[in-house]
């Protein structure tokens, strides 16, 4: 079942506070980025967070959002105390994207 927007509006809420979000449509699913960092993937209406040292200590239940992705953890977005945390702590090592070249036109 593919995940919505009104889904994302809640994720959103659920994490109010942590920085500033937003999301956007990627391969039908969603990507969400907090301070423009890409931190959460969420497909299937399920919210995962990708496996960093820094999250470890949670012993978070894994899986892979889509077929031959890299297992990620998944986040019980509905604890929002706790996903703000984990959201925080995976933005802070998280990097920015490196800004895409433009093509050249001929």
């Given at each position: 079942?593919?995940?919505?927007a009104e889904?994302?509006?809640?994720?959103?809420?659920?994490l109010?506070?942590?920085?500033?979000?937003?999301y956007?449509?990627m391969?039908g699913?969603?990507?969400?980025?907090?301070n423009?960092?890409?931190?959460l993937?969420?497909?299937?209406?399920?919210?995962?967070?990708k496996?960093?040292?820094c999250?470890?200590?949670?012993?978070?239940?894994?899986?892979?959002?889509?077929e031959?992705?890299?297992?990620h953890?998944?986040?019980?977005?509905?604890?929002g105390?706790?996903?703000?945390?984990?959201?925080q702590?995976?933005?802070?090592?998280?990097p920015l994207?490196?800004p895409?070249?433009?093509?050249?036109?001929e």
């Amino acid at each position: 079942m593919a995940t919505t927007a009104e889904y994302m509006e809640y994720v959103c809420g659920q994490l109010a506070g942590v920085g500033v979000l937003r999301y956007r449509k990627m391969f039908g699913e969603y990507m969400l980025y907090v301070n423009e960092k890409p931190v959460l993937t969420v497909c299937d209406s399920t919210v995962y967070v990708k496996k960093l040292d820094c999250l470890t200590e949670y012993a978070l239940p894994t899986g892979c959002p889509y077929e031959g992705a890299k297992e990620h953890y998944i986040l019980d977005i509905d604890d929002g105390e706790r996903s703000r945390e984990i959201v925080q702590k995976a933005e802070a090592v998280t990097p920015l994207p490196k800004p895409r070249k433009k093509k050249q036109s001929e």
